[in-house]
Each structure stands twice: as structure tokens, then as C-alpha cells.
């Protein structure tokens, strides 16, 4: 990173973590510019945080033809763009989900040769964010405003894959900290717990680790939670749920999200030995 350029910086991430209302705030710090899900090809337009930069995917389809090849070439081109120096602004960075950064193979590499630091976002209860997950897919709404009316909506759980899903959303987490250690990036890690049960805490280590003004109280967001009260509220095969997850190691999860939003367990802080450049 040139001396006096913006920190360029990443959120990686799973859905319903947490990750829309972050980046709403950290686009709210007067010298941080933050971005959605810039990678991500099923999306038409930003509807939250800095909107000034187009889709990756539209960024391409508004060359010509013939020169949308190698995209390898291009990508390094809009990162080029994206992380540009801006006045008053010390951090610029997007949200990168999972599926985004596989369907895109060599982004990560990209962003490893911009010496990116990197937020992975996780959530220790999986299967709260599943049913979060699931909810938002029936209704399609993934994000609410304070202006907006929350909808619940019940779901119904596979509970025979169920024990399948956390496990595999589980490797996926593991996989993402083995590929951040691997690329040798400076990088963090917070879980939505820690976001919620010790806000001001999580955001002075972000805005710490971004290297902008450590002061939460510039930070501001309108994104609210899309339900209250417990997520089992939401599932409607809760006694096959329950039986599904007796003695397993996600038990705790269930009687973790029985007990509402208040019952945080966030792990122990995550951090990279990497030093930030």
C-alpha cells in the first residue's frame, strides 16, 4: 500500500451476520467509504452504504465485447479504481461473501497483492443464522430500515439435513480463516455476538485495526433487526429441530437461540500474526 493512500480493506463474510448493518456504519465514518456486495451478480444496484461504484459484473458488461477477457485483468483494474485515492477518506473497502469470493477464484489473490486487510464476520450460532437465512428467503427482504416494518415469517427447517447444513456452513468458516492465513493478509476476526453483546468494544477494534478516528459515536446506522424475540419463534418443525439436534455438538446452539437475543456467547477474539502493513 502506497504511504498516504487509503487502508484498502475487506468484510468477509456469510450471509446474516451481521454484515449490511456493519457496513452501513462504517460507511457512516465521515473518513471511511464502505461497499456492499460489489462481486455479487444477482443484484441490479447498492441499496445501502457507498453507492458510486457499479457491480463488478456491470462494470464488464459496459466494455466492449471483445475486451471483457481475462477478467483476471479487469478485476485487478476495478480494485485499481475502487481503492483510488479520495479526499478526506483513509479506509475504503466492500463486503465479500463466501459464495462471491468461489465464484470469482482469483479475487482473494487480488486482494492479497493490494496487501487488503480483512474483517472476516462470522457468527458462532449457526443455526440462528440459518433460520435468519431462510426467513429472509421467503419473504425477500434481507435487510430492514427503522422506518420499515419487520416481517416474521415461519419456516420450516430440513431437519434431516440440518446436522449436514451446520457442518458444512462450520467447514466454510474454518475454510475462510485457513485462506486468510494462507494469503498472508492482515486480518481480523469478529463474530455477530461480539458485534451485539459488546458493540462499542467490536467497533473500536475495527475502526482500530482500519486505521481511521476510533470514534464509535461518528458511526450510525438505520438497518435494524428484521425480527424480535427468539428465531425458534420462526420455525415451525421445532420438535423435529429439537430431535435433530439432541447430543450433538450443535445442541447448545438451539437452547442458545431459545433464549433470545440476550443470551450472547461470543468466542474468544480471533486475530491474525500477520502484521498490519
Do not use: C
Not at 106 to 114: D, K, M, T, V
Not at 129 to 139: E, M, P, Y
Not at 150 to 164: H, I, K, M, Q, S
Amino acid at each position: 500500500m502506497i504511504r498516504g493512500s487509503p487502508t484498502p480493506f475487506v468484510v468477509l463474510s456469510f450471509p446474516r451476520t451481521g454484515s449490511t448493518w456493519l457496513m452501513d456504519m462504517l460507511n457512516s465514518h465521515p473518513e471511511v467509504a464502505a461497499y456492499g456486495e460489489l462481486f455479487n451478480v444477482e443484484a441490479d444496484e447498492l441499496s445501502y452504504a457507498s453507492t458510486d461504484m457499479p457491480y463488478f459484473e456491470n462494470y464488464l458488461a459496459r466494455l466492449p465485447e471483445w475486451t471483457r477477457r481475462p477478467r483476471f485483468l479487469h478485476g485487478m483494474a476495478y480494485l485499481r479504481r475502487l481503492y483510488s485515492d479520495r479526499p478526506g477518506i483513509r479506509a475504503v473497502g466492500f463486503k465479500l461473501l463466501y459464495g462471491q469470493a468461489g465464484a470469482n477464484p482469483r479475487l482473494l489473490h487480488l486482494l492479497a497483492l493490494r496487501r487488503v486487510r480483512a474483517v472476516h464476520l462470522t457468527r458462532a450460532n449457526l443455526l440462528d443464522a440459518l433460520i435468519s437465512w431462510k426467513a429472509a428467503q421467503a419473504t425477500g427482504v434481507y435487510a430492514v430500515r427503522t422506518e420499515q416494518a419487520a416481517t416474521r415469517t415461519r419456516v420450516t427447517l430440513n431437519a434431516e439435513r440440518l446436522g449436514d447444513r451446520l457442518r458444512e456452513q462450520d467447514l466454510a468458516v474454518s475454510r475462510a480463516r485457513g485462506r486468510l492465513e494462507r494469503l498472508r493478509v492482515p486480518w481480523i476476526e469478529v463474530a455477530y455476538e461480539e458485534l451485539v453483546g459488546r458493540k462499542e468494544e467490536s467497533l473500536l477494534r475495527i475502526l482500530g485495526f482500519l486505521d481511521v478516528h476510533p470514534d464509535v459515536g461518528l458511526l450510525d446506522s438505520g438497518i435494524v433487526r428484521m425480527s424480535r424475540g427468539s428465531s425458534v419463534d420462526l420455525v415451525e418443525n421445532l420438535p423435529e429441530v429439537r430431535a435433530a439436534l439432541a447430543g450433538t455438538r450443535f445442541e447448545w446452539m438451539l437452547e442458545d437461540a431459545e433464549a433470545g437475543p440476550k443470551s450472547l456467547r461470543p468466542p474468544a477474539p480471533r486475530a491474525s500474526t500477520v502484521p498490519a502493513a
